[in-house]
């Protein structure tokens, strides 16, 4: 697939690239910088990052644009497709996360107040809540709850929220403990999170609806050192 071709945006920087779900053909989810700012310069120039779906057709070699969004945040860091039955894509950035989805409306929420100057991208505030997601990592580890891990050291659960009609109508943070600076997550088992660090010793972490409210339930598993 040429993007350039594409898609004008899609001759910038190139931030992540998704699969989707639910739909009937491969859909590939790409975030991406049209053009270049940084956090000195948003005063001047502001929400430069766009995505684009392209539905991909091996039989006819055709992958047509159909779903483009612009003016998202500057700060965009990655996305994850939602699983089914939401469906759709977090997009996470430095200080926002914002869920985009083509049949309904987008949802986002502002994670601390750098963003009142950083994007004129529309937010809820969430008042009791102050990080930043740089240097973290996120997994699903349900259809509607995604594990982060901040540079902190911190984990939050955000639990998607949404009605009958599957708009997202809220999200909710949980901070559940704290672990080592992770730098990768993975999902082993239905309640067996891995924990990667190049700083630290690596965790095995055994996850249950108990930790939620007592994040003293949390067990670490099994710890490994840099030498296994």
């Known amino acids: 697939v040429h993007l350039k071709k594409l898609d004008p945006s899609l001759t910038g920087r190139i931030i992540d690239l998704q699969f989707l779900h639910s739909y009937y053909e491969p859909t590939l989810f790409i975030l991406c910088e049209s053009s270049r700012t940084w956090v000195g310069r948003v005063a001047v120039k502001k929400d430069t990052c766009c995505s684009v779906a392209l539905s991909i ?10 779903w483009p969004v612009d003016k998202l945040p500057f700060d965009c860091l990655s996305c994850l497709s939602v699983p ?18 083509q049949s309904i409306p987008a949802y ?16 809820r505030p969430l008042y009791d ?5 740089d240097l973290a990592e996120a997994i699903f580890i ?10 902190s050291g911190d984990v939050y659960l955000l639990t ?17 403990g704290s672990t080592v600076l992770c730098s990768c997550l993975c999902k082993c088992d239905d309640n067996l999170i891995f924990f990667g660090s190049r700083l630290g010793n690596s965790l095995l972490v ?12 949390i067990d670490t598993i099994e710890t490994m050192n840099g030498d296994e």
Do not use: C
């Open 57 to 66: 057709n091996v039989a006819q070699k055709s992958s047509p644009v159909i």
């Open 84 to 101: 089914k039955p939401i469906g759709g894509i977090l997009v996470l950035a430095t200080n926002s996360i914002i869920y985009l989805n």
């Open 108 to 123: 986002g929420v502002a994670l601390n107040t750098l963003t009142r100057d950083s994007t004129k991208y529309p937010l």
């Open 129 to 133: 809540l102050k990080i930043a997601l």
């Open 142 to 151: 349900a259809n509607d709850r995604v594990l982060i891990s901040i540079k």
């Open 160 to 176: 998607l929220h949404t009605d009958s009609m599957r708009t997202m109508k809220e999200f909710t943070f949980d901070r559940i």
């Open 206 to 217: 055994g996850l249950n609806e108990k930790a939620i409210i007592d994040p003293t339930s």
